[in-house]
């Protein structure tokens, strides 16, 4: 058993962020959406009542993970983000920033929310890590392990003290104990080299961004199946392509397989479809040019 409580504080399906609390030292894993940022604060409060929150840890750059960073900084001053120094560059750009900006309104929009305080030029790290480098945390430690693939700002946090892995979404995205969804944006093969370098960490216990935590046998599973499904969509997606199939054939074949079940309820379909499209242009460019 872990000496950490972990909390969902997600507001809304898709979101990602967990606290983690060991009663002394309280860490943000992720932090969801820009609109849904003051929400999880609320949800911290809560769980955390009048302690502080001391750390921010985020895995990537992506909008659903980071932007509620900046709220949450809001009420918790003396937290510490913490992201790669990959994602530190990303966020100092003003075209990064509006990106993330346009993408989270559509989804608040969706989502029904139309006006919410925009903080989002406020993103910054207050430590950028790089893959090796150790995270104290008071009573635990933390590794940074690199695990690009799904970004190439992507980062693991591994404590071994409580053999657990704060995962990346390079690992893939779980649905069940039968199905991990692939998710590779910037590399097929690196994606593959991640899965196995955190495989050989001795893990026990792993959190998993827009899931939850898994322990023991389902993390072998978990381990198995992202390394089968990575492969084995990678191929087919391949041999498609190869025999001519359009991309939006493809994507449909991809959509089949994989939007069902739980990752239908947090995966809005207009980012499945176009994540899926990038993946297949990835493919191509790896696996046949």
Known sequence: MSNFKVTDVRAVPGDSSFLLDD???????????????????????????????????????????????????????????????????????????????????????KCGVDDYEDLIDQLSVDIAVNDGDIINTGDHSFKVIALPGHTRCSVGFYCEEEKLLLSSETLGVFNSKDDVVPSYLVGYKMTLQSIEKARKLEVEQMLLPHYGLIQNETVELFFDKALETTKDTAEKIAQLLAKGKTKAQILEFVKDRFYHGYIKTIYPIDAMELNTSIMINLIEKELLQ
């Open 23 to 109: 009663g002394k030292t309280a860490i943000l894993y992720d932090s969801g959406f820009a609109f849904t940022g003051d929400k999880v604060c609320g949800r911290i409060k809560t769980a955390l009542k009048d302690r502080e929150l001391d750390y921010i840890f985020l895995t990537h750059s992506h909008y659903d993970h980071a932007l509620g960073a900046v709220y949450v900084k809001k009420h918790y001053k003396n937290a510490k983000i913490v992201a790669s120094s990959y994602a530190e560059k990303i966020f100092a750009k003003e075209s990064a920033k509006s990106v993330m900006r346009d993408l989270d309104r559509k989804f608040a929009t």
